[in-house]
């Protein structure tokens, strides 16, 4: 309802600063009007010869600059009436009013023009068969008016347009659609429409939408906004179907509260669920911003349990570089997502944040105060496997450039308080100090460094006999090399090709953390990035020890003229000099002398196709650890075709398809097909048509997809409504596809 309405105001706030230029154009002119005072025509015009143009600079009373006037023929009084025949232009700047016949009375400033009457300026056209301009009482008038918005590109008729003054714009029997002249495939139209330009609103009586003749809304009265200005009322209605949710319906209220505050309030009916209410505030001011999110279906018809959603987003910049945030969504079950909502996404999350962070942000140096905890939504973690709670975490950090002989300093340190039910508890405190002498020359670049890594702990509830202040320190010595070379190549030297290898050599002594706790500590899965980190644990519970040379190169064919990209090459690898004896609990020491290679590929092939592949090999199991590979195909904005492989060793092996394709001028097929090749099902499949016209179109598509951890499948059908330079109706069928397909874009 809402995109209507905005729709609706564009085209009658274009046709009334129309109607405003006209008026402000004529005082110059004997067609003047929507002037303060009535205006005489100047004498210079009076004795302008038949057929001649005139170039006034602009009447006395009127604010308005030179105009242009061309006439076939002018008859004038001396009391300064005067009438126009054989034509009529009136241009100023780039807009042109055109009629058959003119008349002006000075008497009561009224100036009509009349047979074949035409407005142009860049962005407009309105023709009609009379318009007539009161400027003693500013008022303008349009009869049997019809206006056409090329840009839109859009059209309209209106039997009477009035414009009062600057403030106020009546119309009656309007008509509006985007459809080109002769096709009126979906048409709104109103009785009555009133703008109040002063207050930035329009009313509307008896408005209907019809769609192919058939009337498919209907409202007697409807008020809408004007301006960019926010304004409450009924958005748009979201119809679609699924197994588990049924019929899913959502009318959405939008309440303009402020300014700066408003809320939407969408009831929301399921009918295999029953009747929710959704709800979101959002606020803006000068120091905070932020929003509240909240949902609550009072009774579940299929669960029987009363469900709810609440998320808070916030910040507040608080002065003095101190800033507040919030981020924390919780929900009434584990299982609200997957019965609730339709995404893939939304269904996967395994864990759900919530934290309260306030940061000190200064030039060199910074500090963090957090509290954070999850609620964990998969009911198969086990107690002690779920994720602590860190109250609080304090840590702080600070990096100082340019010292004695180039040296650079920074130190980083925390100390945060991890709870939970079961399990060690306790207090982790931790200090990095480091320095590094960064050298630059030419396209050289070195930078040795050393940290200290020092890590300590105060437990409770550990086992009888074991420490509960163990502590750890560890220095690690790095070494970063690295360069870029570039030459040109090609016959005509068209392309630029790069040569950018990097090494890292990092040396951490072996300490025994076979006591140590695991708060929240993990090794990360190898890629590139994790290729050139030191330690490779992600968290503080771990020092890695390792003596290792990490080698890359990446190449790049850049396009010298335009800049882009042709080819990028990635390969990679880390040297190991001893064993890694520092583990995680329930895992063996690692004994090989090097890592997996890890290559990657992105290549434009001709102008239509590109691959993006990514590789990781075990050379010593000779197995292939990870794999991905992506081809696409898109020779314009309409076509595009996309396949995809992805692997990871024991745990993921998928194939994945998506298009859309046009079948004829007006209808393309979309589709998608993901399959799991390791449990041999699909994922997720959808199928659909798409109809376009000038004017309108239709989406329709069908979707199964897995809707649970449980394996259950789910299927929902997705309708959508478009009536270009109006709105859409129906499930948000796009936003589906924007996801399911890479590269589709229908804006």
Same mark, same amino acid.
């Given at each position: 309802m809402r995109s209507i309405i905005l729709t609706i105001f564009c085209c009658l706030s274009v046709i009334w600063a129309v109607a405003l230029a006209q008026a402000q154009d004529k005082p110059a002119s004997p067609s003047s009007a929507c002037?303060?005072?009535?205006?005489?025509?100047?004498?210079?015009?009076?004795?302008?010869?038949?057929?001649?143009?005139?170039?006034?600079?602009?009447?006395?009373?009127?604010?308005?600059?030179?105009?242009?006037?061309?006439?076939?023929?002018?008859?004038?009084?001396?009391n300064g009436d005067a009438s126009f025949a054989n034509s009529i232009t009136i241009r100023s700047g780039q807009k042109i009013l055109s009629a058959n016949q003119g008349n002006y009375s000075n008497e009561t400033g009224i100036f009509e023009v009349g047979g074949s009457v035409e407005y142009l300026d860049p962005k407009t056209r309105i023709l009609g068969d009379r318009a007539m301009f009161n400027a003693t009482a500013e008022q303008v008038e349009f009869e049997a008016a019809e206006f056409e918005f090329p840009e839109t590109p859009a059209r309209g008729t209106a039997g009477n347009i009035s414009v009062s003054g600057t403030q106020m714009l009546r119309l009656k029997q309007v008509t509006y659609t985007s459809c080109a002249p002769g096709n009126t495939d979906w048409l709104l139209s109103a009785k009555k429409i009133k703008i109040d330009r002063s207050n930035g609103t329009a009313t509307a009586r008896n408005a209907m939408l019809k769609f192919k003749g058939v009337p498919i809304l209907y409202t007697p009265y409807i008020s809408y906004p004007i301006s960019d200005k926010r304004k409450s009322g009924l958005l748009l209605p979201s119809i679609g179907r699924s197994d588990q949710r049924g019929v899913d319906l959502s009318i959405p209220y939008y309440w303009n509260i402020a300014p700066n505050y408003d809320a939407t309030i969408t009831p929301r009916y399921m009918s295999q669920r029953g009747a929710q209410l959704q709800t979101e505030f959002r606020y803006l001011t000068k120091s905070h911003r932020g929003q509240l999110s909240g949902e609550i279906l009072p009774n579940d018809n299929t669960s029987g349990t009363r469900r709810s959603f609440v998320s808070v987003q916030h910040e507040s910049q608080l002065g003095y570089g101190w800033r507040g945030l919030v981020d924390a969504t919780s929900v009434s079950d584990s299982s609200y997502f997957e019965d609730l909502y339709g995404s893939l996404s939304a269904t996967s999350q395994t864990?759900?944040?919530?934290?309260?962070d306030f940061d000190l942000l200064k030039t060199n140096w910074g500090a963090q105060l957090r509290l954070q905890n999850y609620q964990t939504l998969y009911d198969l973690i086990i107690d002690d496997d779920h994720?602590?709670?860190?109250?609080?975490?304090?840590?702080?950090?600070?990096?100082?450039?340019?010292?004695?002989?180039?040296?650079? @300093?920074?130190?980083?340190?925390?100390?945060? @308080?991890?709870?939970?039910?079961?399990?060690?508890?306790?207090?982790?405190?931790?200090l990095r100090p480091k320095l590094s002498w960064p050298i630059e020359r030419r396209k050289f670049n070195l930078e040795p460094a050393v940290a200290v890594e020092h890590v300590r702990y105060k437990l409770n509830d550990v086992p009888a006999g074991t420490d509960d202040s163990p502590a750890v320190t560890t220095p690690v010595?790095?070494?970063d090399m690295g360069t870029m070379l570039e030459r040109r190549t090609g016959k005509?030297?068209?392309?630029?090709?790069?040569?950018?290898?990097r090494v890292l050599f990092v040396h951490i002594p072996f300490n025994e953390q076979g006591d140590l706790p695991v708060f929240?500590?993990?090794?990360?899965?190898?890629?590139?990035?994790?290729?050139?980190?030191?330690?490779?644990?992600?968290?503080?519970?771990?020092?890695g020890d390792t003596r290792q040379l990490s080698m890359g190169i990446t190449t790049r064919l850049i396009d010298a003229a335009s800049g882009s990209q042709r080819l990028t090459a990635t390969i990679g690898q880390t040297l190991y000099f001893s064993d890694r004896r520092v583990t995680l609990p329930g895992e063996a020491a690692s004994l090989n002398s090097s890592?997996?290679?890890?290559?990657?590929?992105?290549?434009?092939?001709?102008?239509?196709?590109?691959?993006?592949l990514g590789y990781q090999w075990d050379s010593d199991q000779n197995v292939t650890q990870r794999a991905e590979a992506r081809l696409q195909y898109r020779p314009d904005k309409s076509k595009v075709l996309n396949l995809s492989y992805r692997l990871r060793r024991d745990t993921l092996e998928e194939v994945d398809g998506s298009f859309l394709w046009p079948l004829s001028k007006t209808w393309n097929l979309v589709g998608r097909y993901q399959y799991s090749l390791l449990d041999k099902e699909p994922l997720e499949r959808f199928a659909g048509l798409e109809y376009e016209t000038c004017c309108w179109g239709v989406r329709f598509v069908v979707r199964k997809y897995l809707a649970n951890r449980t394996g259950e499948t789910d299927t929902a059908i997705a309708f959508q409504l478009i009536f270009k330079g109006l709105a859409n109706v129906g499930d948000s069928a796009d936003r589906l596809l924007e996801r399911g397909i890479l590269g589709y874009d229908r804006d």
């Open positions: 002037t303060v005072v009535p205006v005489a025509l100047p004498e210079e015009l009076l004795s302008q010869p038949v057929g001649s143009t005139f170039i006034s600079p602009g009447l006395a009373g009127a604010d308005i600059g030179p105009v242009q006037i061309t006439t076939g023929k002018i008859e004038a009084q001396l864990h759900l944040t919530r934290k309260i994720p602590y709670t860190q109250a609080p975490r304090l840590s702080a950090w600070g990096e100082w450039a340019n010292g004695p002989l180039g040296i650079e @300093y920074g130190i980083s340190g925390e100390v945060t @308080y991890f709870d939970r039910d079961t399990g060690i508890t306790g207090l982790r405190s931790r010595y790095s070494i005509t030297g068209r392309w630029l090709q790069t040569l950018e290898p929240d500590t993990i090794e990360p899965d190898l890629n590139l990035v994790q290729l050139f980190r030191k330690n490779r644990f992600a968290g503080s519970d771990r020092i890592s997996d290679y890890l290559a990657e590929l992105q290549m434009k092939l001709y102008d239509n196709w590109s691959i993006d």
